[in-house]
């Protein structure tokens, strides 16, 4: 299983963006995929989870302005981040989970390289 991030760009305090998880090898809705972001100098941060039965979990700093969604047909995991502030900078990154609870970052398989987010204010 391959994920890829991508998406990101310079935004504006307050706008939107779309990140998208692309995911070969096997069905995303096979397993639980989940996104993180590391924002510069700081650690790796959990942000959202989406099960295979579509249950979804959220880190409290996300949580009523991120979606995190999925595509079976495209194969793709989605997160919509809106209300986006100078706080949400950094390099956001999926992967799939395999053990633990949805926010323990060791819990899931290569971050890999990610999708950078900037925001400005």
């Known amino acids: 299983v391959q994920l890829q991030a991508s998406g990101g760009g310079l935004v504006q305090a307050g706008d939107s963006l779309r990140l998208s998880c692309a995911a070969s090898g096997r069905a995303v809705s096979d397993y639980a995929v989940g996104w993180s972001r590391q924002a510069p100098g700081k650690a790796r941060e959990f942000l959202a989870a989406?099960?295979?039965?579509?249950?979804?979990e959220y880190s409290d700093s996300v949580k009523g302005r991120f979606t995190i969604s999925r595509d079976n047909a495209k194969n793709t995991v989605y997160l919509q981040t809106n209300n986006l502030n100078p706080a949400d900078t950094g390099v956001y990154s999926c992967?799939?989970?395999?053990?633990?609870?949805?926010?323990?970052?060791?819990?899931?398989?290569?971050w890999g390289q990610g999708t950078l987010v900037t925001v400005s204010s």
């Open positions: 989406i099960t295979p039965d579509g249950r979804t």
């Open positions: 992967a799939r989970h395999y053990n633990g609870e949805y926010d323990y970052l060791d819990g899931y398989n290569y």
